[in-house]
């Protein structure tokens, strides 16, 4: 039982008013006050106890500094009351469907919400603000909670705002490409609708089974579509949110300009809901691809992969839509713990190109010519192309299982570092260096078209002292060559404290002022994404 | 000389305190006071009046509600010694100098500054703002002066803050192509400078041999290479910007990803210099594509324009980088008063599209696979193909110099709207029914790739009577096909009052909000971009 408690150095239980040292195991806390929040950085938290609610609690780990629970008003019978008469039916308080959405779904942070809510219009969400900032009870949103820094489900008892029955495209305009629905709408479902008309979404991920498009605007979701489509901050045409007070924000046009004063969708989209609800998106959606081909190739260096990103960036111009890659430790993991099969002749990194285009001929035209010119210059020492959609889920696989692979591997320290691209491999060497035995293994791989490096560390276990060589020597390496600390995951609850190795003090003092003027009382999404207020040292 | 006073009903100055009708001439004004600004929707206003300055003043136009001088104050011999201190010889008051920077340059719009300054550092902007905010002394940011809704030029005596020495390059990266560089760098400058590098800038312009980088971030510019690179809410990665209050806000990460707290420089694009003044910029930059045609096609309905389009958009896929429009009235201009010849037989319609790739061969083979499949589905009735320069430039400029030709047919009431892309003809349509023999004639051409019409109405001089038949109309029939009032212009200080006709209360209460959070005492472009707080009738 002690691993649950990995990363949480103590406990502070309001009822006996004193630190709980957290090597003892968790069947040993005392029942009589109830801990509001665990929030730990690895997954093995299984268990919430349900004694009685003291409604105050106060966690710190390692990696965060200590949370203490903001003085919001507790959920009453009244409370529930009003919200089982607003949504019948879908005011939910059974324990066991409360689980999966008290848990992040790498089962790493752990709320104690008591209440989720269904909302299928905005206008329930806007009684729901209403109520709530009136009560001052704090709101959770929720998309499909497939966050990877806690931004998505409680860190105490917020009552947890779900978007999943808001699930209703509103209208797509073929002309355009315009699509508009409410934030509910799972990613692939809306892929699918669109698949059917002869268009895309812009952006695609690996949880699109799961996650909700509103949720994607509001963590500014990256992903694997980046590189051609851009960013959701240029496709994302309109938005509605509900503002904590209860306000409809209708930004909802489907215009591909419209210069009509302060763009306010932006505020909202990367804010991790805590300026307001995404209740609807309009998002300008790319034509089909005719062709897709998918090369898969080896070299022998970091920068004979850089000179590979150049060629490819000019011989295969506009049909070029990912260019991806992995290490030889990744590709030893996906081999290792999932059987895949390295399709070429083993090589120090290896790069995932896809290519999209409206012609076959001209896309395997421009294909064929580029390896030509890396392979006989000895760029590239090996490759594969496929042009199947069979065969290119095998070479995808290769690079999307990764986070898979590394689950099997030990106990995982991710980080999602956005560099100046000749750097991004830099960071992964000089980790290696600097944790020497400490570390089971340092990975890299990523989005090399974007500057976003996924670097991971691997230990048997849990290990703080590992953790404290990692951190916070990881965000001072990228602050010293201006990279970000969070490229594309955002920085929700884990995050939220490093905010200061990417944005000055006076960025911060402006995110907290417009914070304050739209969300008052800070009912939304508490804990997230901005940094604590006072540094919370608790003696 | 009544010519003069076009527009404008009456003058209110405050020596005499009395509102002083315009259709008397110019020179019967009373010069014991000063008129301020003198605000009108045509060209002919050449003269300022150098009196005693007396520091209010009001202005009343048919268009937009009166304007009123807010309470700022007066430039004084100290406030001048201080500036011409920090910025010795960059600190200008001769009245000749100053005359450009005083009017815009439709030379629509005049105020009557009486000091412009020319920074060369952010230090020295941060410098000039903390200095104005502290005495409560107004400025106007000015970028190339190129705008077309009075944004960048003074309305009353507000100081000129000039970026033009602000003027250089700071990075070229030509691995990820993103290029930083000062606020006041000339758009054509850094196009050259991209070009030498196989680079380009993501966004041209006609103005952009005057136009500013830092002023097209303000305004969010969008222009002729949106269709294809997108807006500049996506291809600006980072910014530094001086606040109201001398603080520099610095966000000039050069990173395609950065999800680290809310995405401030969005709220400074398309800000109109109202909440901060930007300073410098990074911008990603595509490459230089190897290879451009053009094509200019005649269409007999607008309705086979946009099933034109939707093949164009099916078969050109990628390589499309432009589909712009223009009707047979604008084409009868250019013949008319440019002398430029129709290069294709006489049509409704004529279509401009133009593809940019990376291989000649393959695009040259996409855009004949096109103009076959319309032009044997009769789609297009005629049309021309360039792919030298000089054959290229000579197509462009029947769609670039439309607003040339307008200029000497008469006097042209200008209208940037946006519209579902299947409407954007029938508000010209429905404008030539509305007006009848009232108008000299209304024509449409635009961005029928963006969903923008830019509506012209000519009549041969100013006409009151017209504009009331052209305004609110044109706006309502905007809004109630859910398009937007300022496609790319702005709002600046002609089009403020018009904002609710395309965004909700609720929208326009949190933009005073912002701006009161970053201006607090609203010494940043005022009468700019919000709508004047209290309706403004003038008995």
């Known amino acids: 039982m002690a691993a649950l408690f990995h990363g949480v150095e103590r406990l502070f239980l309001k009822h006996t008013a004193r630190w ?19 929030r730990i950085n690895l997954p093995g938290l299984t268990e919430t106890r349900q004694g009685r609610c003291v409604h105050s609690g106060a966690v710190r780990t390692s990696q965060a500094s200590t949370v203490h629970r903001l003085p919001f008003t507790t959920v009453s019978q009244q409370d529930l009351d009003f919200f089982e008469q607003l949504l019948p039916g879908r005011t939910i308080t059974d324990p066991e469907v409360l689980e999966s959405n008290n848990v992040d779904w790498l089962k790493s942070v752990r709320g104690s919400s008591e209440v989720l809510l269904r909302p299928q219009t905005t206008e329930e969400v806007s009684q729901i603000l209403r109520y709530c900032n009136e009560r001052r009870l704090a709101v959770c949103p929720q998309g499909g909670n497939t966050g990877l820094v806690g931004g998505s489900v409680p860190v105490f008892d917020e009552i947890i705002l779900s978007t999943s029955l808001m699930n209703q495209v509103l209208s797509f305009d073929s002309i355009s490409g315009i699509l508009t629905c409410q934030a509910g709408c799972v990613l692939e479902n809306l892929s699918h609708f669109l698949e059917e ?27 694997l579509r980046l590189l051609r489509y851009g960013p959701l901050r240029g496709t994302v045409l309109g938005l509605e949110a509900v503002l904590a007070e209860g306000k409809v924000l209708n930004c909802l046009a489907a215009l591909r300009k419209d210069n009509t004063g302060y763009d306010l969708k932006q505020l909202l989209i990367g804010s991790e809901g805590t300026l307001g609800v995404i209740t609807a998106i309009s998002i300008m959606c790319p034509r089909k691809p005719r062709s897709v081909n998918v090369a898969f190739l080896g070299c022998s260096s970091f920068q004979q992969l850089l000179d590979t990103f150049q060629h490819c960036r000019s011989m295969l111009g506009e049909v070029l839509s990912a260019f991806e890659f992995l290490d030889s430790a990744c590709m030893r993991l996906v081999e290792d713990h999932l059987r895949l099969a390295n399709p070429i002749k083993e090589s120090p990194f290896y790069i995932l190109i896809e290519t999209a285009g409206s012609n076959a001929v001209h896309d395997e035209e421009k294909l064929h010519n580029f390896l030509e010119e890396v392979m006989s210059s000895s760029l590239v020492t090996d490759g594969t192309v496929a042009t199947e959609e069979s065969k290119i889920k095998v070479l995808w696989a290769l690079r999307e299982r990764i986070t898979e692979a590394l689950r099997h591997d030990g106990y995982t320290y991710k980080y999602d570092i956005s560099l100046p691209v000749e750097k991004i491999y830099q960071l992964v060497e000089d980790m290696r260096g600097h944790l020497g035995i400490r570390a089971k293994s340092v990975v890299g791989y990523g989005h090399v078209g974007d500057g976003n490096l996924h670097l991971n560390i691997v230990s048997p276990t849990y290990d703080p002292a590992l953790l404290s060589a990692i951190e916070p020597y990881v965000y001072e390496w990228t602050a010293k ?7 594309e995951h955002g920085l929700g609850l884990k995050k939220r404290n490093y905010i200061h190795y990417s944005k000055p003090p006076e960025a911060v003092a402006v995110m907290r002022n417009i914070k304050a003027m739209l969300d008052p009382k800070g009912i939304l999404n508490p804990y997230k994404t901005l940094p604590d207020a006072i540094p919370s040292h608790v003696p």
Chains 1, 2 share one sequence.
Not at 20 to 38: T, Y
Not at 202 to 222: E, R, Y
Not at 481 to 487: F, M, N, R, T, V
């Open 481 to 487: 060559h201006h990279g970000s600390i969070s490229a």
């Open 197 to 223: 008309r002869d268009f895309i979404m812009p952006l695609d991920l690996g949880a699109k089974g799961s996650c909700h498009i509103g949720g994607n605007v509001a963590t500014n979701a990256g992903g």
């Open 20 to 38: 709980w040292p957290c090597h003892q195991p968790a069947s040993s806390l005392p029942l009589v006050g109830r801990v509001l929040a665990l």
